[in-house]
């Protein structure tokens, strides 16, 4: 295997008594897309800063590029970062925030301005931007200055601090996708810090899930999506049902009791049971939205689930449905139609495949 | 014109544009037996235009004031960064020190220099104690006295002005210069610097017209054998009991503060496009 | 005098400190306005000693009135603010006797009738009998004295013989280079360097005349460690022998130190020098402002300044101590008092010296100082 470009051993941090990282350990391979997530205060940004150079790590290792990272500052590092706030030069036009690297690296000015060029086409940004401010620019185009300053010197590695958070969702959406195409163009690793699960699907090789300091589940996106670590990891994203169940091993699979769940032939394969999952202990069925589906009269599936619908949503590609059952809210996608197949009050049938259950710690 | 200023118009009028009307009209008027006489005539403007020493000390006074404004710049940067930066833990306490300092009244503290400074002072008897030769330094009563006193009464200003813009800047900047690959000093020099510039005009413009002012410290520290303007005018208004006079030297003060202020926003407007188109 | 009163370390800024202290010391002695109670209320523009409660109570008491005081900072100062219109609202003055004087020409004094003052003439040293001519303009009275001294060489004994101040010539020795302090005090200074160069400042002077002032000025300026306006810095200087002599000073600058034990340190007077006396004699008086409230208790305050009881309170201050005219005084002093108040030579310092005036020409000859001064480094 050809060696990894970010190699972290066993990182710790504290701020005073405050341990704000505990025994992070990844590998990050060379040219892949990493997603940091987790919610706010669970460390993901110290991690990024310790990768930066702009916080100092109190135990572990770091090893980047081939080379370790103690005692080396943020200037020498073979990172780049696009700030969450951008932290675009005000004082400085666009061609000199984007040349800013190379300008420090003393490159001739020719090199420097066609760089600045090449990175200007690679964002889609216009060549009379060149001599504005960054004050003079939309948000979006600022964020292409930004990701242009950070890529214009090539870097092994680009660190990104939540760089669309402030930005509207329709503009995240389209610059999303951009971000997704110029890693696939340049090749660099990307480590990408963002809240945001569903963002890290659409963009990560992989996603790193944080929480209070400690990786729960490293993966790949439908890893992490259809085989979370956790009810917590499950809970990250979207609607999801999770609904409270007990389990006890049986040979090599599970057999499942679940009230509001009824089963033809309640058993769960081993690997549809996360790994913490305690035999004979208590236990929560995952049950992503759009895997169940609205069974007409007559059908039947391997497992049913009946109650009555509370509200539903139009929201174009989908509708949601949401059914009391049991004492629990379940929440359902079925694709749209034109015609509603139920309305508010009326008693429903959910169906799902046995296959799609997946059985984690409660 | 717009309502809400007239406020502000009014106590300009009140303590700036009306007083600086009767200064300009006393200085045409005479002086006998000790007593103002209202001559409408040209006599202390022609004194005031024919006489060199005048005009010595003015000069003098401007050279010092620029001098002591570079002084001060050049000296609060590095002080400013270094709270904010470097001691930030202690910051709070150096700040407070300072205020402390800046209240005292500027009376006493320049005569704690001149305590601390002289032959026979602290600073001369501590030289003496480690080896160094009796009355080594030897710069009471001298213009050095006078630029150390002005220095030090007036460098809070800049200090505190720099500092405050310097607080202003947003630190993700700096470490986006790191991150870019820049040195310590790089970063100060590529972004605070150029950042803070508005504090740092704005703490050179206010020490400069304070020290065109300036009294005590040619006065006490300076032993007095260099007088600036504000003694010059201090000795028309009461030792000569000439109040014509120094209202047209007040007015020339004000002339050559105002002249040099108007140079002083040239420069800062061709530096900031300089900036821009560099 | 043009002189700060020995307020330590606050002379530059005195005027608003002396303010600030005036009114403290006004308000703890319960000096502050009592015209509720008196009958009347009368405005004194003083120095800092006639202001002393164990002076102005008694006379409150005795006269039903209500003084209260407004302390000079520097005697033009003072004379400028009553020329400038403050003469309305002020009913006696204790300065410097030249400003004292010039209120008769600024017309804003009251003339005082000295045969009415014949007692207090009475108990006078003889010199300061009427006509006392330094107070008169136009063979008018315009006050009475209070206290003087006089201005010469102020010599401190560990340092200096006192016969190497028979002269001023060390001011221009270069071995006495960066050792001469220069008192800002006005005219002061220049008095006695135009005596040195032979010219009599107190008559009318030709060009040829001021030209001689000038360069004994600018003899003086490269002799000069400071000019200082401080009396606290001065009187250091003196002790510690940075400064050898305070030109423009006097027993003002030495009584206190000699008060406080340092007897080694004396003000003479030069000898004559081709017939020119070089010493000077300075004074202060009291005088009436314009249009008193009320001129019979203004008159009364005259003599009450001048009577030996109080004469001797003036004369014994905490920041200096000084002479005063009255002869019936002179037996209310302790020996020790005399002492320091150096009246063995009183005398012969009063023979070898001119009494201090209005100079003619004191406008030029302080246009000159500042020319001088501007050129000298």
């Known amino acids: 295997m050809v060696s990894p470009i970010i190699k972290a051993s066993g990182i710790e941090k504290y701020y005073g008594t405050y341990r704000a990282l505990s025994d992070i350990s990844l590998e990050v391979a060379n040219g892949e897309f990493l997603a940091l997530v987790g919610p706010s205060g669970c460390g993901k940004t110290s991690l990024l800063k310790i990768l930066a150079g702009f916080e100092d790590l109190s135990a572990g290792s770091l090893v980047i590029d081939g080379k370790d990272m103690a005692g080396i500052p943020a200037s020498a590092r073979p990172t780049r970062m696009v700030f969450q706030k951008l932290a675009l030069f005000p004082h400085k036009t666009v061609a000199q925030n984007i040349g800013f690297p190379l300008h420090l690296a003393k490159r001739p000015k020719s090199e420097i301005d066609t760089a600045v060029r090449r990175m200007l086409e690679l964002m889609h940004l216009k060549e009379s931007y060149l001599n504005r401010f960054p004050h003079e620019l939309s948000g979006g185009e600022q964020q292409r200055v930004a990701l242009a300053r950070s890529m214009v010197s090539q870097p092994p590695v680009l660190l990104l601090d939540e760089p669309m958070s402030a930005l509207d969702a329709k503009l995240k959406k389209s610059l999303q996708a951009e971000l997704k195409h110029l890693h696939r163009h340049v090749g660099t690793s990307f480590v990408h810090v963002t809240h945001d699960l569903e963002e890290a699907m659409m963009l990560a090789d992989r996603i790193c899930v944080m929480r209070a300091g400690r990786i729960v589940q490293l993966g790949a996106p439908s890893e992490i999506y259809y085989r979370p670590a956790d009810a917590f990891v499950a809970g990250f994203i979207g609607d999801t049902n999770l609904l409270p169940a007990k389990v006890t091993r049986v040979g090599e699979g599970f057999r499942f009791s679940c009230e509001i769940l009824d089963c033809t032939e309640p058993l769960l394969s081993a690997d549809q049971v996360a790994p913490g999952v305690a035999a004979g202990g208590d236990a929560a069925l995952m049950i992503r939205p759009e895997m169940l589906r609205l069974l007409p009269q007559g059908e039947n599936a391997e497992c049913t689930i009946v109650g009555t619908v509370n509200e539903y949503f139009i929201r174009g590609a989908s509708i949601q449905y949401r059914i009391a059952a049991a004492g629990t809210e379940i929440v359902m996608d079925i694709p749209g139609t034109s015609t509603l197949p139920a309305k508010q009050g009326d008693a429903v049938r959910l169906g799902l495949a046995l296959g799609d259950l997946f059985a984690v710690g409660a | ?278 | 005098m043009t002189k700060s009163k020995g307020i330590p370390m606050f002379s530059p800024n005195r005027r608003t400190f002396l303010q600030g202290m005036g009114a403290a010391g006004l308000a703890g002695a319960g000096l502050m306005p009592r015209s509720a109670q008196a009958a009347t209320s009368m405005k004194f523009m003083c120095w800092e000693g006639y202001d002393s409660p164990d002076i102005i109570k008694p006379f409150e008491e005795a006269n039903d009135v209500s003084i209260s005081i407004d302390l000079i900072t520097d005697s033009p100062g003072g004379f400028a603010k009553l020329a400038a219109g403050a003469w309305r609202d002020f009913d006696v003055v204790a300065t410097d006797s030249p400003w004292v004087q010039r209120m008769g020409p600024a017309g804003i004094g009251e003339f005082l009738d000295d045969a009415e003052f014949a007692d207090v003439y009475d108990s006078f040293y003889p010199q300061f009998r009427a006509p006392f001519e330094p107070l008169n303009f136009e063979g008018k009275t315009t006050g009475l004295p209070t206290r003087w001294g006089w201005v010469g060489p102020t010599v401190n004994t560990k340092y200096d013989k006192l016969e190497s101040w028979r002269s001023y010539a060390p001011c221009f020795d270069p071995a006495y280079k960066d050792k001469i302090c220069v008192l800002d005090w006005g005219d002061w200074p220049i008095m006695p360097m135009a005596l040195y160069a032979g010219i009599d400042p107190y008559k009318e002077l030709d060009d040829a005349e001021l030209n001689e002032i000038r360069l004994v000025l600018r003899a003086l300026f490269k002799n000069t460690r400071a000019i200082v306006g401080d009396l606290s810095v001065a009187q250091k200087g003196l002790m510690d022998g940075s400064f050898r002599t305070l030109i423009g000073g006097g027993t003002y600058c030495t009584s206190a130190l000699r008060k406080d034990g340092q007897k080694e340190i004396m003000s003479i007077v030069p000898e004559p020098k081709d017939g020119l006396k070089q010493g000077i004699i300075w004074m202060e008086a009291g005088g009436i402002v314009k249009d008193p409230v009320d001129d019979a208790k203004a008159k009364a305050l005259l003599r009450d300044l001048t009577s030996p009881e109080v004469a001797v309170k003036l004369a014994w201050t905490e920041a200096t101590c000084n002479l005063v005219p009255s002869q019936k005084a002179e037996a209310l002093f302790t020996d020790e008092q005399k002492d320091v108040l150096q009246m063995d030579y009183m005398w012969e310092a009063w023979d070898k010296s001119h009494f201090h005036n209005v100079a003619p020409n004191i406008d030029q000859m302080l246009e000159i100082w500042s020319q001088e001064l501007a050129a000298a480094r």
């Not at chain 2, 009140?14 to 000790?34: E, H, N, R």
């Not at chain 2, 050279?63 to 930066?85: E, F, K, S, W």
């Not at chain 2, 950042?195 to 413009?205: C, D, E, R, S, Y």
């Open chain 2, 1 to 278: 014109m717009r309502l809400s200023t007239l406020p502000l118009l009014l106590l300009m009028g009140l303590f700036f544009v009306i007083p600086l009307i009767m200064t300009a009209l006393l200085s045409f008027q005479g002086t006998q037996y000790y007593r103002l006489v209202w001559t409408w005539d040209l006599k202390v403007w022609t004194d005031v235009f024919s006489q060199v020493h005048y005009w010595t000390i003015m000069w003098r006074t401007l050279v010092m004031a620029l001098i002591c404004t570079l002084l001060c710049t050049v000296l609060a940067i590095p002080i400013a960064y270094g709270m904010l930066h470097r001691l930030s833990r202690w910051s709070d306490h150096i700040t407070l020190l300072m205020v402390f300092a800046f209240l005292t009244d500027a009376v006493l503290k320049t005569f704690g220099w001149v305590l601390f400074l002289d032959r026979s002072g602290v600073l001369n008897g501590t030289l003496e104690a480690i080896g160094f030769p009796a009355a080594s330094v030897n710069v009471l009563f001298t213009p050095n006295a006078t630029m150390i006193g002005m220095v030090y009464n007036l460098l809070p200003y800049t200090i505190f002005t720099v500092a405050l813009s310097m607080a202003r800047i947003d630190g993700d900047l700096v470490l986006a210069a790191r991150d870019a690959g820049a040195s310590r000093l790089r970063a100060f020099v590529e972004v605070t610097l150029p950042l803070a510039k508005p504090g740092i005009w704005a703490g050179a413009v206010l020490v400069f017209v304070l020290s065109l002012g300036v009294f005590l410290e040619p006065k006490v520290m300076g032993g007095g054998t260099s007088p600036l303007a504000a003694e010059l005018i201090r000795q028309s208004f009461e030792t000569r009991v000439n109040w014509p006079l120094g209202a047209a030297l007040t007015l020339v003060l004000i002339v050559i503060g105002a002249a040099a202020l108007t140079v002083f926003g040239a420069v800062a407007l061709w530096q900031a496009r300089r900036v821009a188109n560099d």
